[in-house]
């Protein structure tokens, strides 16, 4: 699947003689996988790869329905965490946005607050689904938890490209505006140890940055 997914460029319109191949390769996909269910209805990965495949050919009733058995025969809790976001997503593309959140929801809980979790996109998914119902307070939420999982305790800056980027804080004490990024997204590290990150020692980073 990776070489026809990577000609697909799938927002251009109309769609490409490589669009239409991997339409043609999803649709057999899902007669196979069709067949295979019927062979075994406990069969879950062929639930999860058809629901993939209805997906891709933006069939997000189908796909939803496919979600939905493969998440009542999954055990596995962080496969179970990346089928509410898929299923979260097909929400999306149908307008349900407060079943997206509700989904995004499952997945954050089964797959980002866990102990050495990897970065976490649902958190960027759920906000985009805020921003949808207009609820912004808990979008900005969410986007700065996007960012401080892809952080995920890598200091990229420090006090003075800070303030060329943000001038407005300049009449802040320096002090004040790394606690302010400390609290936000590096509540992990000690307000001493991100203090000497953050100013003493990134005075040596790329004065271009």
């Not at 790869?49 to 496919?66: C, P, S, V, W």
């Not at 979600?67 to 596995?76: M, P, Q, S, V």
């Not at 939420?141 to 305790?153: K, P, Q």
């Not at 302010?180 to 590290?189: A, G, K, T």
Request: glycine share 4%; charged share 30%; proline share 3%.
């Amino acid at each position: 699947m990776s070489m026809p997914n990577a000609k697909c460029i799938d927002y251009a319109v109309p769609r490409s003689q490589d669009c239409l191949k991997l339409d043609e390769l999803h649709s057999r996909g899902v007669q196979q996988l069709t067949a295979a269910i019927a062979l075994d209805p406990t069969f879950t990965a062929a639930y999860e790869e058809r629901a993939e495949a209805f997906f891709q050919l933006k069939q997000y009733r189908q796909a939803i329905r496919d979600y939905t058995d493969a998440l009542r025969l999954e055990t596995k809790p962080k496969e179970k965490g990346i089928l509410y976001n898929d299923r979260g997503l097909a929400c999306v593309n149908l307008g349900q946005y407060q079943s997206a959140v509700d989904d995004m929801t499952q997945s954050i809980r089964l797959r980002c607050d866990k102990a050495g979790a990897d970065q976490c996109d649902e958190y960027v998914n759920r906000a985009d689904a805020y921003v949808k119902l207009k609820d912004y307070r808990h979008a900005v939420d969410d986007y700065s938890m996007a960012i401080r999982s892809a952080l995920n305790g890598v200091l990229i800056f420090g006090i003075a490209q800070f303030r060329r980027i943000y001038p407005e804080y300049d009449a802040v004490a320096d002090d004040v505006v790394a606690d302010l990024i400390r609290r936000r997204f590096y509540p992990q590290m000690t307000y001493k140890d991100f203090v000497k990150a953050f100013i003493i020692h990134a005075q040596g980073m790329d004065d271009e940055f």
